[in-house]
């Protein structure tokens, strides 16, 4: 009953989107949601990264570097600065 979309549904469906919200908003809400997927994506790729990164370190004594770069926002690098990290000064 639900299952099928055809042309028509989906023309009604964006002619409602378009009444609903107005021709000017739409391509600032496309935009945003391609910033918003390629925020996502990026994140993605990062946290894939780490998890290779942490899988392949060695397991000597060596420890990590004490410096790393924060973002305030996923892709703003004017706003990046570098932060010292506490470093573990226990010994087992």
């Known amino acids: 009953m639900f299952g099928r979309l055809g042309a028509p549904e989906i023309i009604l469906i964006l002619v409602v989107i ?4 107005g021709a000017k908003k739409l ?3 496309a935009r945003s949601l391609g910033k918003s997927a390629r925020i996502l994506k990026s994140e993605a790729k990062a946290m894939k990264e780490e998890g ?6 060695p397991t000597s004594n060596e420890q990590p570097p004490s410096q790393r770069t924060i973002q ?16 573990d000064t226990t010994q087992r």
Do not use: H, I, K
């Not at 378009?18 to 919200?21: E, R």
């Not at 305030?72 to 470093?87: F, H, L, M, W, Y």
């Open 52 to 57: 290779n990164a942490s899988a392949q370190a």
């Open 72 to 87: 305030a926002a996923p892709g703003d690098v004017t706003s990046s600065r570098p932060v010292n990290e506490p470093t």
């Open 18 to 21: 378009v009444l609903l919200f």
């Open 27 to 29: 391509p600032d809400m």
